[in-house]
């Protein structure tokens, strides 16, 4: 899918691949699970089927088109970018060049005309009624350490091919040898597509309204510990937008943070490297002022 930026001059184009997609595929879900559990009952083996297809896919945006493609925020050996550009595909987010390019315009340009999904025009443009609107520039300029990455392009090139076969084949193979072709495709894939959009969007959106802002207010993201739990970790938003070279975003232990875990046991076995993290004392000095702040706002 298309994920574009879009001028208010331009808002009628509607972009009708991404609309279609968007709105159709909750109705299929519904309707290819219907089906399902009317001919097969609960089948323990495709419920876990769909959840491990839902923290592989969006695992692969987190912790690969996010904290690896978009920020860099550590390394990562080949065969870990290759899947995750594999099942990041799946998750039909559009390819890790488009996704990071949006992605590294909306830290630039937070809460101004220029953010692709700012929340100032509202909840639902940022969660989701941006996509459905054309791009403006037809020819966008990528940013370099993207375009010279091999494994990156290759996927781009690729996209719709790996989105479907990983996202829709794969299910629908492993399910027809755990009994249901059908649960597999139904659940693991449509239904999971589904699911792990809306976590995504929720961080665009509901993560930029509700929260508290421990670190700075200089912008409107915010830290949700319920959106973490449902967003593998991305929910401590106000932490990430003011350091979001960090590999973590939940920065304390306790922290329901999977995608930090999985970077971390992945460079204990040589397969991630130069994990980046910021400095105690700036994590401490920015909550201190942000504090500060507080107090200040209250006696006055």
């Not at 899947?83 to 390019?101: H, Q, R, T, V």
Request: glycine residues 6%.
């Amino acid at each position: 899918m298309k994920q574009p930026y879009l001028q208010e001059s331009q808002k009628h184009e509607i972009d009708w691949v991404n609309t279609l997609f968007l709105t159709l595929t909750p109705i299929v879900a519904i309707v290819l699970s219907w089906i399902y559990f009317s001919q097969h009952g609960l089948q323990i083996s495709i419920i876990l089927l769909a959840i491990v297809f839902y923290y592989l896919t969006g695992m692969s945006i987190t912790g690969g088109y996010h904290r690896l493609f978009a920020h860099r925020a550590y390394k990562a050996s080949n065969l870990v970018k290759f899947i995750y550009l594999c099942f990041g595909a799946a998750a039909f987010e559009n390819s890790a060049l488009k996704w990071c390019s949006d992605h590294r315009i909306h830290h630039r340009h937070v809460d101004h005309e220029e953010d692709p999904y700012n929340i100032k025009k509202g909840f639902l443009w940022a969660h989701i009624g941006w996509i459905f609107f054309k791009e403006t520039n037809k020819s966008p300029e990528y940013p370099k350490d993207l375009l010279n990455d091999k494994l990156v392009m290759w996927q781009d090139r690729n996209y719709l091919w790996l989105a479907v076969l990983f996202g829709f084949g794969l299910p629908t193979l492993i399910g027809h040898f755990l009994g249901s072709a059908l649960g597999g495709l139904a659940l693991a894939g449509v239904a999971r597509v589904v699911f792990v959009h809306h976590c995504t969007f929720f961080i665009n959106s509901l993560c930029h309204i509700v929260g508290s802002r421990p670190y700075t207010d200089s912008n409107t993201a915010r830290d949700s510990f319920i959106m973490a739990v449902f967003s593998y970790g991305e929910g401590y938003h106000n932490y990430h937008h003011y350091f979001p070279s960090d590999y973590r975003n939940g920065v304390r232990w306790y922290h329901f943070d999977p995608t930090k875990w999985l970077i971390k046991v992945l460079s204990l076995i040589g397969l991630t490297n130069d994990l980046k993290k910021v400095p105690e004392k700036l994590i401490s000095q920015a909550r201190a002022e942000m504090s500060m702040k507080k107090l200040q706002m209250i006696s006055n």
